[in-house]
């Protein structure tokens, strides 16, 4: 091994061996899987008392799929797997390669693009609507950075099939009922609707695709409307960007209302488009129908400026805040237009990603523990004197009491072995003497 501690030689390979995981990627410590677990089975546990059941997708999609699926600016970021075999030899004696022949695969960036393909090949099978959970890792080859991997566990929930903003309605009283079993209060929703956005943007002159102005809001809480006002002006008239960067001041020094933004969007003497109206009046339901349950435990407000990232939304957007944390906690939307893409059959559906890795993040900081965790206990024996038949009736003795145990063969400083467990949540030890029925449990850190 190197004296860096990080590298280790072989004889075999020209490059050290690496022990540290790929840029990006971590591995994830017993506390912190520990408390991952919980944090999952409390999640399930909620989701399925509101009638969602857990799907699995392959890691691996087809990377037609993953392009076609208006992911936004995560198209940029998709790791491609390289062809094999026989397709690979064939691209390879082609003189004039291009990128796109190479790769035939990709592993996802979100789960949403698997779910909408595995609804269509399995709806046969599937009770309809479909209410699916689904929790697992994505990858996004973005730069690294604090709170940020290129590995990271999504936890969706999603219901196909349903036109109406019930489902909304559902999926964000289910995403906060699984945030306040963990714990959290007093958050906040923001919700907005694409229609709204798009109102807004044609309302100030803009003309042509949204999709990069929709990108450039999206930037708002990073760089500001200064910031997003830089960037459009680059592309765009501004006469027109002035008029948006107007209404998103207004909207941030202001509590917006769908009424008052009704009206500022309303032209003198003409009446609302009915699509316009419909978004309205459904953000209204929505609200309405949060409200009805939160109970004042946490509360939704209507937010013009938010966008969310994926092209795919074409209704209700919302995302989830907490004091404290200027970072969304999670976020979804309405995504009506995606089955038909993939089957041509036109399904309704919308959905919800709890930001699992923040949540165990704020956990972290915060000291949290896995609310039903077994007391650990430490069974120390002496490795030339006990039967191993001895140690394992003492460890089923005390697991019938109700600890979680671990035998360990004792070590000539049993002070800093005992510090060992104490730091790794041990809370009792028993120095095991040969005796089954003579088992003296002392707590750990006592004098």
């Given at each position: 091994?190197?004296?860096?501690?990080?590298?280790?030689?072989?004889?075999?390979?020209?490059?050290?061996?690496?022990?540290?995981?790929?840029?990006?990627?971590?591995?994830?410590?017993?506390k912190e899987t520990a408390l991952r677990d919980w944090a999952t089975r409390v999640i399930l546990e909620t989701y399925e008392q509101f009638g969602f059941s857990r799907i699995e997708t392959p890691a691996l999609e087809h990377l037609q799929n993953l392009k076609g699926g208006e992911g936004g600016e995560n198209l940029k970021l998709i790791y491609e797997v390289l062809k094999r075999g026989e397709k690979l030899e064939k691209v390879l004696e082609s003189p004039?390669?291009?990128?796109?022949?190479?790769?035939?695969?990709?592993?996802?960036?979100?789960?949403?693009?698997?779910?909408?393909?595995?609804?269509?090949?399995?709806?046969?099978?599937?009770?309809?609507?479909?209410?699916?959970?689904?929790?697992?890792?994505?990858?996004?080859?973005?730069?690294?950075?604090?709170?940020?991997?290129?590995?990271?566990?999504?936890?969706?929930?999603?219901?196909?099939?349903?036109?109406?903003?019930?489902?909304?309605?559902?999926?964000?009283?289910?995403?906060?009922?699984?945030?306040?079993?963990?714990?959290?209060?007093?958050?906040?929703?923001?919700?907005?609707?694409?229609?709204?956005?798009?109102?807004?943007?044609?309302?100030?002159?803009?003309?042509?695709?949204?999709?990069?102005?929709?990108?450039?809001?999206?930037?708002?809480?990073?760089?500001?409307?200064?910031?997003?006002?830089?960037?459009?002006?680059?592309?765009?008239?501004?006469?027109?960007?002035?008029?948006?960067?107007?209404?998103?001041?207004?909207?941030?020094?202001?509590?917006?209302?769908?009424?008052?933004?009704?009206?500022?969007?309303?032209?003198?003497?003409?009446?609302?488009?009915?699509?316009?109206?419909?978004?309205?009046?459904?953000?209204?339901?929505?609200?309405?129908?949060?409200?009805?349950?939160?109970?004042?435990?946490?509360?939704?407000?209507?937010?013009?400026?938010?966008?969310?990232?994926?092209?795919?939304?074409?209704?209700?957007?919302?995302?989830?805040?907490?004091?404290?944390?200027?970072?969304?906690?999670?976020?979804?939307?309405?995504?009506?237009?995606?089955?038909?893409?993939?089957?041509?059959?036109?399904?309704?559906?919308?959905?919800?990603?709890?930001?699992?890795?923040?949540?165990?993040?704020?956990?972290?900081?915060?000291?949290?523990?896995?609310?039903?965790?077994?007391?650990?206990?430490?069974?120390?024996?002496?490795?030339?004197?006990?039967?191993?038949?001895?140690?394992?009736?003492?460890?089923?003795?005390?697991?019938?009491?109700?600890?979680?145990?671990?035998?360990?063969?004792?070590?000539?400083?049993?002070?800093?072995?005992?510090?060992?467990?104490?730091?790794?949540?041990?809370?009792?030890?028993?120095?095991?003497?040969?005796?089954?029925?003579?088992?003296?449990?002392?707590?750990?850190?006592?004098?």
């Amino acid at each position: 091994m190197t004296g860096s501690g990080t590298q280790m030689k072989t004889n075999e390979s020209k490059e050290p061996l690496s022990l540290a995981p790929p840029r990006g990627m971590r591995d994830l410590l017993p506390k912190e899987t520990a408390l991952r677990d919980w944090a999952t089975r409390v999640i399930l546990e909620t989701y399925e008392q509101f009638g969602f059941s857990r799907i699995e997708t392959p890691a691996l999609e087809h990377l037609q799929n993953l392009k076609g699926g208006e992911g936004g600016e995560n198209l940029k970021l998709i790791y491609e797997v390289l062809k094999r075999g026989e397709k690979l030899e064939k691209v390879l004696e082609s003189p004039n390669i291009e990128r796109d022949q190479l790769a035939d695969l990709g592993l996802r960036f979100d789960l949403t693009v698997p779910l909408v393909r595995y609804f269509c090949s399995n709806q046969n099978d599937l009770l309809f609507p479909t209410k699916a959970i689904q929790i697992g890792s994505v990858w996004r080859a973005e730069a690294p950075q604090k709170g940020r991997f290129r590995q990271f566990t999504q936890c969706d929930i999603d219901i196909l099939g349903v036109k109406s903003e019930i489902a909304e309605t559902e999926l964000l009283a289910a995403s906060s009922a699984a945030l306040l079993n963990l714990g959290f209060s007093d958050f906040q929703i923001r919700i907005n609707d694409r229609r709204l956005l798009t109102a807004m943007v044609a309302h100030c002159g803009f003309t042509g695709r949204f999709d990069p102005i929709f990108i450039a809001i999206d930037k708002l809480d990073k760089i500001g409307v200064e910031g997003v006002e830089k960037e459009l002006l680059e592309k765009w008239p501004g006469e027109s960007v002035t008029a948006l960067c107007q209404l998103l001041r207004s909207s941030q020094e202001q509590n917006a209302d769908l009424t008052s933004f009704a009206t500022a969007l309303q032209k003198s003497g003409e009446n609302l488009s009915q699509e316009l109206s419909d978004a309205l009046k459904s953000l209204a339901a929505i609200i309405d129908g949060v409200q009805s349950t939160a109970e004042g435990k946490y509360d939704i407000v209507f937010d013009p400026t938010l966008v969310r990232g994926m092209g795919y939304y074409t209704g209700p957007i919302f995302e989830i805040g907490m004091k404290g944390y200027s970072y969304s906690m999670g976020g979804g939307g309405r995504y009506d237009k995606m089955v038909e893409k993939f089957s041509g059959r036109d399904v309704p559906a919308c959905g919800f990603s709890i930001g699992f890795e923040r949540i165990i993040g704020v956990m972290m900081d915060q000291g949290a523990k896995p609310k039903d965790a077994k007391e650990k206990l430490a069974l120390i024996f002496d490795p030339n004197r006990d039967k191993t038949a001895d140690i394992m009736k003492a460890a089923d003795k005390l697991r019938k009491q109700g600890f979680s145990v671990s035998a360990h063969p004792r070590k000539k400083d049993m002070t800093k072995q005992l510090d060992a467990f104490l730091q790794h949540d041990f809370a009792k030890f028993v120095a095991f003497k040969g005796d089954v029925d003579n088992l003296e449990i002392k707590t750990l850190g006592s004098k």
